[in-house]
């Protein structure tokens, strides 16, 4: 079992930054592959970002690529997300998760562990 749990949320203003920190315990998961997702009020869960269990590879959506950095410290068992140059359309709840078993990924089906999520509010 693995346990998630994201910290770094808040409000900013449009244009502003911030940076997202995903802490892991339990089984190993420096072997994980992790990513980043979404959701806002009234929508479904989208995929933000992901990266390989070594950092090598890192998967971006289309509407943060250029915006948000993916990065890992497996020493710490922590995954970061850095938003650069919010926009009000970012504003979300954001999850982290770990995927066991299917490698890196842009479905939310390939994650078997799941944070609880933090708020991240960007105003205009």
Known sequence: ????????????????????SCAASGRTSSTYAMGWFRQAPGKEREFVSAISWSGVSTYYADSVKGRFT?????????????MNSLKPEDTA???????????????????????????VTVSS
Do not use: F, H, M, P
């Open 93 to 119: 709840l954001y999850y982290c998760a770990a995927s066991a078993y299917s490698g890196i990924s842009y479905y939310t089906g390939a994650y078997d562990y799941w944070g609880q999520g933090t708020q």
């Open 1 to 20: 079992q693995v346990q998630l749990v994201e910290s770094g949320g808040g409000l900013v203003q449009a244009g502003g930054s911030l940076r997202l």
């Open 70 to 82: 993916i990065s890992r410290d497996n020493a710490k068992n922590t995954v970061y997300l850095q």
